[in-house]
């Protein structure tokens, strides 16, 4: 673990700024799913509402990519 964070440590601000995001948003997604609350995003400039179903399988899957 601790080299792990080392190798983060050397990355540019902007590569550990958009780590620390991607984790957050990943932390939130399970947070929600967990508590089975919806959860809100911007889809093409729009403000969308996610069942709390939808936020289950975006818990379960790799959600990453569905929301950058």
Known sequence: MKREHKRVERLPLQQRAELALRE???EVISEHARLGL??????NGRLVKLSPRKVRDLSR???RKRLF
């Open 24 to 26: 957050a948003v990943d």
């Open 38 to 43: 919806p959860l809100f995003v911007g889809k």
């Open 61 to 63: 899957s790799n959600h």
